[in-house]
């Protein structure tokens, strides 16, 4: 208890230190009367005895510090007394002590600022329960991944072992209507067991699992998100019906904020991501269903079954199934199996990305420390007396470094708390930045522990970086080389200042560097001829919702009424249609067959079904042949216009008019030959970056499918800007179906650019890091410029004396200062001499 007791004793005399001061001070001039009486009685007058006494004492300020020790912890105190002594002194230098710490704010929060995307994005576990035994079963060809047909997932499920549960689900635009204005809702088709798997339940109502068989085709589960701004949060949404699609839809059940299975799995390989679900129905498949393939799948693993051992099982399923199931002619596809963590395959893509940007923040991190030692090697110029005084005193070399330490912590304490301000608006900015759907789990970015602890690390760590070189430099102070004003110390100290700044310089040339790269690639893809000409065109997108477009002929019928009207628009150039719009993100390409040759191993198609004037409408030059027209309907003979890459693999450099292919939906005997009746020039299906794929374009009135038709744009070449005439084709289209919602309006430049809206976001953001570097140089030089000033204060008096012009002397010093960028190489950093 003797040792708790006295532990506590010294903690109150730590924290409260002018406690016990006054007692301290009077048990000193105790023991001095005492040793003044002892003296006296000696025969000593009274001022001997008074200088007899303090010479047998010993050093008054010596022995209080042993009391201190023995009554409190020293160390503490130590501390204690140096930070107020570094809060007087940096208010003494206001100027310094700002920029110290907005160099720090901002080499600190920008750093915070990329880790806290980081960290959301990366390191965070997903929203779900349990989400590390959370994986994905998907299928490759030729290693891009590919959906999975209702017939293998539900054999995978019904003969694994690995997994608790297993669900598959895809997404499609729905309509909804009633209560308000039309507006399309992303909607996932999901299988039984999907809140199961993901572990998730409905805030409100239940899950699907609840229903009766006969109630469960027309039943809907809405996201918090709709569920707030459509239906006000009425918690009497349960039960209620909704109109999607043309059809009435049950709701039972809202499920939390997060959840958005399964567009989250829609985001790996580069694919920018989809919006967020809104609305859930169940999805009824057919076991012999495995021609069509639009499945994405999740599963739980069990607890003892590793991701690895999923694997296995689930490959030589797969295999058997492929052995069974798949035609001999696409055995050739290289198709296979994996098995990843769920969260690797929602963040992979963007991996890369985050820590680029982290090295490059890092880097600028870098720079604000050595930005802050230059200050401080500066201003230690100024303090070269004070050091040397304080350690003529007493103080010991590591009291000395102590105090520059404790000066550099509290300076990085400063632009930490001012950095986490910085983070805040830096969080904000990045996020209105980002391009939408480019980075995924963006609304999870916030300023949670991990950042906090993150922060303050950062904060401790920098200030012991760009401080020890300073205290070093204290610590080894020489007395009479520092009273002087000569020595070694004044060069090294230069040469220290001449590395620091061509370290700067050397680390902003990285990031600068890296910058130009960036721009250089983004320059690059901006010039790619996209393969049409975007200025002028205005693109409408919508969806036909199955209810009430059953047919393609309701949706030929469709196509055709909204093409007529768009023709007597004013302004109207030229207008046509299209399934799939180029530029439109990751598309997969298709098999075919060609008539008297084989088809060229891995050589696929892009497929796209377009309306005649389309060509025209967009730009794409026709090579050879004629255009779609009017009389190629549904009943007239099959055509098809390639693209000249095609043309030239598919028949060798042959004349391409009047060959025969199939498409390849379907088995081959089932499908009709088209007749190819033009060549167009190629075009960049996908993206800019990407290398242009072969295409087969099939007539809009002949498309064999009706999920070709599903998902239109109508396309308007214009005379006058194509914004002005929107209202006019939204006109045109509602004339045919008021009801029908038109899910994106947008010119053709505002798509191009949005689809390099990625790569010009790193550009930007490493370009910006690279442009505080070199402003953090600027102010670094100020220390470099302010301690050749404070080294040279008599020089410069005398120079000014004896008729040196101000102009002579501001040269002389920049020239100095500025010698170091230019002498990068150690052994040839000049000396002063």
Known sequence: MGHVRRFFLRLGNALR???????????????????????????????????????????????????????????????????????RTFRRSPGFSAVAVLTLALGIGSTTTIF?????????????????????????MNGTPISVTPGDFLEWQAQNHSFEAMAAGTVTPYNLTGRGEPIGVLTGLVSDRFAETLRVAPQLGHSFAAEADADRSHSVIISDHLWRHRFNADPAIIGSSITLEGAPYTVVGVMPAGVSFPRELMTSDGARTLPDVDSWVPLTLRPNDRANGFLEVVARLKSDVSCAQAQIEMATIQRALADRFMPRELRDLNVGLRVVQMQEQIVRAVRPLLLTLFRAVTLLLVVACANVANLLLGRAATREREVAIR?????????????????????GALGGALGLLVTNVGIDLISALIPPGTLPRVREVRIDSHVLIFSTAVSVITGLMFGLLPAMQAGNTDLTTTF????????????????????????????????????????????????????????????????????????????????????????????????????????????????????????????????????????????RGRDFNERDTENAPGVAVVTERFA??????????????????????????????????????????????????????????????????????TAVDPRSVASLVREDIHRVDPLLPIDRVATMTQLLSDSVAEPRFRAVLLGAFGASAVVLIAVGMLGVLGFFVARRTQEIGLRIAIGAQRADIVTLIVKQALDAPHRRRATHLPSDS
């Not at 047998?56 to 130590?78: C, M, N, P």
């Not at 046509?576 to 598309?587: Q, R």
């Not at 190629?682 to 599903?710: C, G, N």
């Open 17 to 87: 230190p002018g406690r016990a001061e006054p007692d301290l001070a009077r048990e000193v001039s105790s023991h001095l009367r005492l040793l003044e009486d002892e003296f006296r009685r000696r025969g000593m007058s009274e001022e001997q005895a008074g200088l007899a006494a303090k010479r047998a004492f010993g050093g008054i300020e010596q022995t209080k510090e042993l009391a201190r020790d023995a009554r409190s912890f020293v160390w503490f105190d130590e501390v204690r007394r140096d930070l107020h002594y570094a809060v």
């Open 116 to 140: 806290s995307f980081v960290n959301a994005v990366l390191l965070n576990p997903l929203a779900y329960p349990a989400s590390d035994r959370l994986v994905v079963v998907a299928l490759t």
């Open 391 to 411: 350690s003529a005193l007493g103080s010991g070399r590591r009291r000395l470094i102590q105090q520059y330490l404790i000066e550099s912590v509290l300076l």
């Open 484 to 623: 002087r004003g000569t020595g070694a110390t004044h060069t090294m100290r230069s040469r220290y200042l001449r590395v620091l700044v061509a370290a700067e310089v050397a680390l902003a040339f990285v990031l600068l560097v890296g910058a130009g790269l960036l721009f250089k690639s983004f320059a690059r893809l901006t010039s790619v001829n996209p393969g049409f000409r975007p200025e002028s065109i205005l693109t409408l997108d919508v969806t036909l919702p199955e209810g009430s477009y059953p047919t393609l002929t309701e949706m030929r019928a469709f196509s055709s009424a909204v093409l007529e009207g768009m023709r007597h628009t004013p302004a109207m150039v030229e207008s046509g249609a299209v399934n799939l719009l180029p530029i439109g993100g990751p598309l997969l390409s298709g098999d075919f067959t060609l008539e008297g040759v084989p088809r060229p191993r891995g050589f696929t198609a892009v497929k796209p079904a377009v309306s005649p004037g389309y060509f025209r409408a967009l730009g794409i030059p026709m090579l």
């Open 648 to 717: 030239r693999r598919a028949w060798l450099g042959q004349d391409a008019i009047g060959k025969r292919l199939k498409l390849g939906f379907g088995r081959p005997e089932d499908q009709p030959w088209l007749t190819v009746v033009g060549v167009v020039g190629d075009v960049k299906q996908s993206t800019l970056a990407d290398e242009t794929r072969p295409a087969i374009y099939v007539s809009l009135m002949q498309a064999p499918q009706p999920f070709l038709l599903r998902n239109l744009t109508f396309v308007a070449r």
